[in-house]
T-cell receptor
């Protein structure tokens, strides 16, 4: 299947700093990417849908000014957690939708964020 | 949104077949049935998807009931590497060809050596 990468795989930061996470589709162009968050022993929760060249669509309850999403090219979407706090510590996972009849989503390996 | 119901957990023995059930009684005519699995500390991995007919790929088979209100993911010979949380998801269509996947709690599959 198609490959989606994320960078970094893990990050530790101090409270109040901003953290940027990159999501890349390596072997296909993705007009749509998705950002999820997963807390321990819970399922994935969709945060936002990232559309290339336009504004992201955020799920209810997700602060768009805190979680900045940029999808500047067909292979790259970034999520910036601004002014991170300990409660933002989580496992962040992106996915990219492969164009074509199947429209399968392929997921990145995830980024573990720890805010001290 | 159409929802799915899966058992919280299942157990299997290595090299035996595994049948993971999923109920989706409110499925609409255009909902695709997707299966993903997630190993610990990893992102989900695509397994298989289908609409009406049974589907086979190198990883698994998907059997879809005639009324489409249920489906079964079949792992023909379970290995220890198949131990994961398996998610059965109906594709939500939002605005044209875009869609999002809504994850439930899934089924935690344990494979015994």
């Amino acid at each position: 299947g198609a490959v989606v990468s994320q960078h970094p795989s893990w990050v530790i930061c101090k409270s109040g700093t901003s953290v940027k996470i990159e999501c890349r589709s390596l072997d296909f162009q993705a007009t749509t990417m998705f950002w999820y968050r997963q807390f321990p022993k819970q399922s994935l929760m969709l945060m936002a849908t990232s559309n290339e060249g336009s504004k992201a669509t955020y799920e209810q309850g997700v602060e768009k000014d805190k979680f900045l999403i940029n999808h500047a090219s067909l292979t790259l979407s970034t999520l910036t957690v601004t002014s991170a706090h300990p409660e933002d510590s989580s496992f962040y996972i992106c996915s990219a939708r492969e164009p074509g009849p199947s429209e399968t989503q392929y997921f990145g390996p995830g980024t573990r964020l720890l805010v001290l | 949104d159409a929802k799915t119901t899966q058992p919280n957990s299942m157990e299997s023995n290595e090299e035996e077949p595994v049948h993971l059930p999923c109920n989706h009684s409110t499925i609409s005519g255009t909902d695709y049935i997707h299966w993903y699995r997630q190993l610990p500390s990893q992102g989900p991995e695509y397994v298989i998807h289908g609409l009406t007919s049974n589907v086979n790929n190198r990883m698994a088979s998907l059997a879809i009931a005639e009324d489409r209100k249920s489906s079964t993911l079949i792992l023909h010979r379970a290995t220890l590497r198949d131990a994961a949380v398996y998610y059965c998801i109906l594709r939500d269509v939002i605005g044209g060809s875009n869609y999002k996947l809504t994850f439930g709690k899934g089924t935690l599959l344990t494979v015994n050596p």
